[in-house]
């Protein structure tokens, strides 16, 4: 795949990039390596302070920046921004948190036969970061903002679409002062990425994109002995009870489906609907996919702009076309419009079955399907028949039924008559296909530290007896 800035709107070549060198990447990682051997001395404190001139960066750059990433992919330039000031807000929770989130831990000394016994939080070294370009702003920044603040260096192999936003983030920290080489980006094609996981100075990875190439790096890590997170695909279900709230839950599901285009890992995909509110709930998400506006994503009253690439758009007709093919019904979208860019309305379908292939596979485009079922246990049968698990929601009223979805959705996360959407305060992740390991919260910046145990015996020399083995 090329490097290049490609604009979704028009299908234009605005710029191309060559891929560093076998050489430059040597170099690159060279130099990673050094950075590290100081940078894991640094304070908490000078850290935290990098960090937040990094998040005064992001304000100050807010505008330019949203045109950039509308223009490299797409999203509209009012989700860029609310994007922007994600990251800074995420920048500034873990300067003010990452100390006592890695704080040496006490261990009943007495217990283990010490004087004093503890727990390290230490840096890993170079983190490898393979990123999609969907949200390239946050996916890099939940990636860095714990990993840096923790005392890693970081390695960003951006998606190639979205070039001229990973070389701005290598800006961005070199700007916020960061020493040289602490965060670098790797403007390189994902056929590198085996080579520089197996390099000996690279000492884990992260990826964000879909599941297959998660397959790919956690079989490679796996070989190399290297830790990894995974953050995969989704299908997330939206499950709609009799007590929920139909108008909220259905304006909800309308914006938690074509969000960032439809092009979201936790949109909501799959909207199953309880049989006694079912027609009533199809024809109020059906008016507001319907009033949803497509159209040119620099223009603030758009609310859904055009998928990031061409194949991306082809990959949703298919999916769209074959469950059509098979009997599926369109009620609302379903057809590209006749205009340049890669442009995909709101499309709701319903009757999907499971020999149609959106039933299984991830539709990563602003296409909905609709399933009616009889009671709460078809509802979570429904809900589990897939190989994701990565976010899910259940709008109901009904405490009892809260309880069960909350238990037995078989998910990372759920959502409680809500959209299902990262914090920094809540752990992020999936189970099954969608991959392992936690970001964000405490458990997102121990992900890229080793837990070390520290013993300390009594300092008199002539006493062995409490290093004695049993
Ligand atoms: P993708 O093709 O997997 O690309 C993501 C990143 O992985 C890119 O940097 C890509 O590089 C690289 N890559 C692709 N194949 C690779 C391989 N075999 N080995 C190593 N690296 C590889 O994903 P996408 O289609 O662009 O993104 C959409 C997918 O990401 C969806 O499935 C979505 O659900 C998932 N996603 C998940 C989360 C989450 O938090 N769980 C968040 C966002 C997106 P190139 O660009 O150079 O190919």
Redesign the pocket.
């Known amino acids: ?1 090329a ?1 290049a800035t490609i604009n979704p709107t028009t299908g234009e070549t605005l710029k191309t990039f060559e891929p560093l060198t076998d050489a430059e990447l040597e170099d690159r990682l060279a130099r990673a390596a050094a950075a590290f051997r100081s940078y894991r001395l640094t304070s908490f404190a000078q850290r935290a302070q990098w960090m937040r001139a990094a998040a005064d960066v992001l304000d100050a750059e807010t505008d330019t920046l949203a045109e950039l990433m509308t223009t490299e992919m797409g999203k509209t330039v009012k989700a860029a921004r609310a994007e922007i000031g994600k990251c800074a807000a995420g920048c500034r929770y873990y300067a003010e948190h990452a100390e006592q989130m890695l704080a040496p831990a006490p261990v009943d000394a007495a217990a283990v036969k010490a004087s004093s016994a503890y727990v390290v939080w230490q840096p890993l070294g170079p983190v490898l970061a ?6 390239p702003m946050w ?1 890099a920044m939940r990636f860095a903002a714990p990993a840096l603040m923790a005392g890693n260096v970081g390695l960003l ?5 979205v070039p001229q936003t990973a070389l701005f983030l290598e800006e961005l920290f070199r700007r916020a002062g960061f020493p040289d080489d602490v965060f670098q980006t790797l403007l390189v ?2 056929d590198k ?2 080579a520089i996981l197996r390099d000996d100075r690279v000492a884990a990875a992260t ?8 397959r ?2 956690a079989s490679i890590a796996g070989d190399a002995l290297k830790t990894t997170v995974l ?4 299908s997330d279900p939206f499950v709609v009870m009799p007590s929920a709230d139909l108008e909220k839950a259905a304006e909800v599901a309308a914006t938690a489906r074509c969000q960032n285009n439809g ?4 949109a909501a995909k799959r909207f199953i609907v309880h049989a006694d509110v079912a027609e009533r709930f199809e024809q109020l998400f059906a008016d507001a996919m319907g009033a949803l506006v497509l159209g040119d994503p620099t223009d603030d009253g758009t609310d859904v702009g055009p998928l990031a690439t061409e194949q ?1 758009r082809k990959d949703v007709q298919e999916l769209v076309d074959d469950a059509v093919g098979k009997g599926a019904t369109v009620l609302v979208g379903g057809t590209a419009p006749e205009r340049p860019g890669w442009y995909y309305p709101p499309t709701l379908l319903s009757g999907v079955t499971k020999d149609m292939r959106m039933y299984y596979e ?1 539709v ?1 485009g602003p296409v909905a399907q609709l399933h009616v079922v009889p009671d709460l246990d078809a509802a979570l049968e429904l809900a589990n028949d897939t190989e994701f698990g ?1 976010g899910s929601n259940a709008w109901t009223n009904d405490p009892a039924e809260q309880e069960r979805f909350a238990r037995d959705l078989n998910a990372g996360m759920v959502f409680i008559n809500g959209m299902t959407a990262s914090y920094p305060e809540l752990p ?3 189970v099954k296909s ?2 392992y390991g936690r ?1 964000l919260s405490d458990l997102g910046i121990r992900e890229f530290c080793s837990a070390k145990s520290v013993w300390i015996g009594e300092s008199d020399a002539g006493d062995t007896s409490t290093a004695r083995p049993e």
Do not use: D, Y
């Not at 192999?157 to 679409?161: D, L, R, T, Y």
């Not at 990826?207 to 998660?214: H, M, R, V």
């Open positions: 795949m490097i393979v990123m999609p370009w969907n949200f996916q192999k951006h998606a190639s679409n094609g994902s990425v085996e990826l964000t994109g879909s599941t297959p190439a998660g790919s790096v953050e995969l695909g989704g092009q979201s890992c936790i991306g991830e990563f990565l992020f992740g999936g969608s991959g970001e």
